[in-house]
């Protein structure tokens, strides 16, 4: 069974860092590309980063550019957003997705996903 678990949200002062974690089950990461997205409330879900499977090529939305780092671990079938620098536009609920197009490159949008986690919560807030 194909499966996305998000880890690691929670509470942090504006300034601070958090790091996501993405467990995967089901299918391998060699595979398969990463995104992880985040929706605010009354708003749109926005791609915020991705990472590929062939070379690990990563893809950052300029809102978070060198301040969010997306990595993985294959062996350990995870995938991580390490986070910096949070602001309170930062507030969400992040999620994970899979794009089940094999060694495409990829990509922000989520139209391009397949494949769910069901969501952590991240807060900037002093």
């Known amino acids: 069974q194909l499966q996305l678990v998000e880890s690691g949200g929670g509470l942090v002062q504006p300034g601070g860092s958090l790091r996501l974690s993405c467990a995967v089950s089901?299918?391998?990461?060699?595979?398969?590309?990463i995104g992880w997205f985040r929706q605010a409330p009354g708003k749109e879900r926005e791609g915020v980063s991705c990472i590929s499977s062939r070379r690990g090529t990563t893809n950052y939305a300029d809102s978070v550019k060198g301040r969010f780092t997306a990595s993985r671990d294959n062996a350990k079938n995870t995938v991580y957003l390490q986070m910096n620098s949070l602001k309170p536009e930062d507030t969400a609920v992040y999620y994970c997705a899979a794009d089940m197009r094999l060694f495409r490159q990829c990509m922000l949008s989520p139209q391009e996903y397949d494949y769910w986690g069901q969501g952590t919560q991240v807060t900037v807030s002093s």
């Open positions: 089901g299918f391998s990461l060699d595979y398969y590309a």
